[in-house]
């Protein structure tokens, strides 16, 4: 029974993460780093590496970069295009990386399923409101849109490391929120 609950709480842990993923890619990364290297969450054996000093200065760096990146107007987009297949692999891995007790098979169908699948769909929600507030604002707005998907990654990725099944609820509500934003941005550019 333990086992099972160690099971459900890592896969919570990993669509968490992945979601937060889709807001910007390092943020997540450095926090599992920071949390494995803390000792408050295990990793798989094979991705133990994410856990070291090493890891930590090197993800902390690239996250610091890819926040700032993110504030040059017009760059903003630009990061955007390689950042959407970016998110699915990044959030493929912080699934597979928090898998506890799974068969490899079932955790990388899973990882790929539900880590880059919920990792790509919001990193494809935040693209698509960049590109409507640049093309509504001239990119005034972005800089704005840039901070809330910073907040946004930020208490994703402590709420997964704290509180997984949260994370989980609040994950597939952005999944569902994304389709709706989808929907509604597409009308807009019918009408337009």
Do not use: C, H
């Not at 990993?14 to 990364?29: C, D, E, H, T």
Request: a neutral charge; proline letters at 4%; aromatic letters at 10%.
């Amino acid at each position: 029974m333990l086992e099972l609950s160690e099971t459900i709480i890592s896969i919570f842990l990993g669509v968490g993460l992945a979601a937060s993923v889709g807001f910007r890619v390092f943020v997540p990364l450095f926090a599992l780093s920071l949390a494995a290297y803390l000792d408050v969450i295990p990793l798989n054996e094979s991705w133990q590496w994410i856990g070291s000093m090493t890891a930590l200065v090197t993800l902390g760096i690239a996250t610091v970069l890819e926040i700032f990146a993110y504030y040059i107007p017009w760059f903003d987009n630009l990061l955007d295009t390689i950042a959407v297949p970016l998110a699915a692999v990044a959030g493929t891995a912080v699934m597979v990386s928090t898998a506890a007790n799974l068969d490899p098979l079932v955790t990388w169908a899973l990882a790929i399923i539900a880590g880059g699948g919920t990792a790509a769909a919001i990193k494809g929600t935040a693209a698509t409101t960049r590109a409507t507030s640049t093309a509504t604002t001239g990119g005034i707005a972005n800089p704005v849109v840039a901070t809330v998907e910073t907040g946004g990654a930020t208490a994703m990725s402590a709420l997964s490391i704290f509180i997984p099944v949260i994370a989980a609820i609040v994950a597939v509500l952005m999944l569902v929120g994304s389709f709706f934003f989808f929907k509604k941005v597409k009308t807009f550019f019918k009408k337009s």
